[in-house]
């Protein structure tokens, strides 16, 4: 081989090398990006599977507690009977009462929170402009911020008494609102189906008899509501009305939030379609948006459930703590006893060294607590995966 064929097999040889060395080099950091990727997934998974694995952890140590009270007083006093009477000369462990309290008051604050909220929702979203949007939704959603120790007092110290001394007149004004509020939608929406959908001859008067008539029934309805709401007269300002009443203003926020974001998800191809398919705005938001939205509004309303059922202070500062079924059933203005009061109030004054009946029975209710609140929690996620299926098409 000459000195210039050499030369010239010298660079193959050089870069065969060179390929070599890449290709092990390729293969080395194939390797080491296979690691670092398996070792980032690794503490992914590990990371979002800590929360469920906190949940699990948390079912577990309330159920060792729970199940030994089941073991020694069985579910039927438990879930049937009245009588709850945890320091007595014979104890009795009766939660009925205390069950239906935090039932009432979480069925009391829905009926407060749901109507508003879903009413403030459709107005942020197909009525007001997006500057007083921009303005009036921090305002609702600055509510979630306030303490839920704040509306104890408040429920306490200025709403109890003040439901004392005037609970008939706040009673009134409240339902004379609540039904003014209604009666002016049903007026409005029936007034805008006679303006466009009657003949031409008969629309402008037809239009005018329904809702002067409409309004004068309106009117009627509520000077009676009036009538008799200011005439009742209040024993205790602490009782399911003062707490149903807060609960729901603070169950609000959440009810807003969730219930104008399914209203927006909507679109506005949709709206557009059934404006030009000739409906009114009373009938798009009935007939169009309100149905498309439905699952959204429901997880909203699952939601404000729990932020009602879960909470603590307001009822244990404000409603009555009575462990006993009001009289009549109904009545809002007698006090009640919820579940989560009764746990914190009589967590600290029960045994634990001996792991007495009454501590057991204290985490028989967190654990029925902790299933409602997960059920609902699933319920609230079903109801939301539906609407973006819907959304989707699918």
């Known amino acids: 081989m000459t000195q210039a064929e050499d ?34 997934h690794t503490f992914l998974l590990i990371v979002t599977s800590s929360s469920a694995l906190a949940v699990l952890f948390i079912f577990y140590f309330i159920a060792k507690d729970a199940i030994p009270f089941f073991r020694l007083a ?15 000369v014979i104890p009795s462990f009766g939660a009925l009462a205390i069950f239906y309290g935090s039932a009432m008051v979480t069925v009391g604050a829905v009926l407060v929170a749901v109507p508003v909220g879903v009413t403030a929702s459709i107005c942020l979203s197909d009525m007001l402009p997006f ?30 008494p003040l439901l004392q001394d005037r ?20 007026i409005m929406i029936l007034s ?6 009657l003949p031409e001859g008969i629309r402008r008067p037809a239009h005018v008899l329904i809702a002067s008539t409409l ?3 309106l009117a009627g309805c509520l000077v009676l509501l009036w009538n008799a709401a200011s005439a009742i007269e209040i024993d205790s300002g602490a009782n399911a009305l003062n707490v149903s009443l807060i609960l729901g203003v603070m169950a609000l926020p959440t009810v807003v939030s969730v219930s104008e974001d399914a209203l927006q998800a909507v679109g506005r191809e949709m709206r557009e ?26 997880a909203a309303v699952i939601l404000g459930i729990m932020r009602a059922f879960g909470e603590t202070m307001v009822v244990l500062m404000a409603a009555g703590n009575s462990a006993r079924i009001p009289q009549p059933w109904f009545n809002y203005l007698q006090g009640v006893r919820t ?9 600290g004054e029960a045994d634990h060294t001996t792991g007495s009946t009454r501590y057991h029975v204290l985490f028989a209710m967190a654990l029925c607590l902790l299933a409602v609140s997960f059920a609902m929690n699933l319920a609230s996620e079903w109801a939301v995966r539906r609407t973006r299926r819907k959304m989707r098409g699918e």
């Open 167 to 186: 609970g008939g007149t706040i009673i009134a004004i409240v339902g004379c609102v609540g039904a003014a509020c209604v009666g002016g939608f049903l």
């Open 7 to 40: 030369h010239v097999l010298l660079p193959d040889g050089a870069a065969a090398r060179d390929a070599a060395g890449a290709l092990v080099m390729s293969a080395r950091a194939a390797r080491m990006r296979r690691l670092s990727e398996f070792a980032i």
């Open 339 to 347: 579940l989560t009061a009764t746990i914190a109030g009589d967590m």
């Open 273 to 298: 379609g059934s404006y030009a398919l000739g409906a009114t705005r009373a009938e798009t938001i009935i007939r169009v948006v309100l149905p498309a939205a439905s699952s959204g509004i429901c």
């Open 192 to 197: 805008d189906i006679a303006r466009h959908k």
């Open 215 to 217: 309004g004068l029934c």
């Open 74 to 88: 069985g579910l039927r006093e438990f879930f049937l009977s009245t009588n709850w009477e945890p320091t007595g």
């Open 131 to 160: 500057s007083a949007r921009q303005l009036v939704k921090p305002v609702i959603e600055i509510l979630a911020a306030i303490p839920s120790v704040a509306y104890g007092f408040f429920a306490l110290v200025v709403f109890a």
